[in-house]
């Protein structure tokens, strides 16, 4: 399957359509829109720092995929003007190529990747991250990744949750301030469209 053509239906918990779709490289002003838009908080818990704009570098490294070994979905809503982004997350391969990976860690991180999302705020607690998450990991899982691994602020209750009720075997621990999460990808089909 092209992983890079994916798109998928949803919906919010109060049932209005959404559509779970792969990152394109056209995405770059919505994700700079998007950014503008979000909540100082929001942004904090995504970066965790203060953000307003995103880079040149940063939007091509944000939109162009090779959908192997960093993959990202966008969760949109479709209007009479196009579609309305509403949300975002994305995972990147840890291993091959990863500058400081030596030794034991550099023959576990291939099977791991980093997981990162964030929602506009006015869509928080409806379910988006949620079904990012299941949609990822089941893409994940069709590459051959065993493990999906985040870094959390311990102040980011909404994505702890997330996580926590993931249905994936999790593992938490605190450590230099961050909650870090380890959710097992366990053999099955990976989501379909």
């Known amino acids: 399957m092209d992983f890079r053509t994916y798109d998928a239906p949803g919906a919010l918990r109060d049932g209005t359509p959404i559509r779970i779709r792969a990152i394109r490289p056209d995405d770059g002003e919505a994700l700079r829109e998007g950014l503008a838009h979000l909540s100082e908080r929001t942004v904090y818990h995504r970066f965790f720092q203060s953000k307003r704009e995103l880079s040149e570098r940063e939007i091509q490294y944000l939109t162009h995929l090779d959908f192997e070994h960093h993959v ?23 291993g091959a190529g990863r500058p400081g990976v030596r030794g034991a860690e550099r023959d576990r991180t291939p099977a791991h990747a980093e997981v990162a999302f964030v929602v506009g705020d006015e869509f928080q607690g409806q379910g988006v991250g949620s079904q990012l998450l299941a ?10 990744i065993r493990y999906l691994d985040a870094e959390v602020l311990p102040g980011n209750r909404q994505m702890i949750d997330v996580f926590a009720h993931s249905g994936l075997p999790v593992t938490e621990q605190l450590r230099d301030g961050l909650v870090h999460v380890e959710m097992r990808l366990e053999e099955g089909e990976a989501v379909g469209r």
């Open 72 to 94: 990202g979905l966008a969760a949109v809503i479709s209007n009479p003007a196009g579609e309305l982004l509403i949300g975002v997350g994305r995972w990147v391969r840890l």
């Open 135 to 144: 949609h990822l990991a089941g893409i994940a899982r069709a590459l051959g």
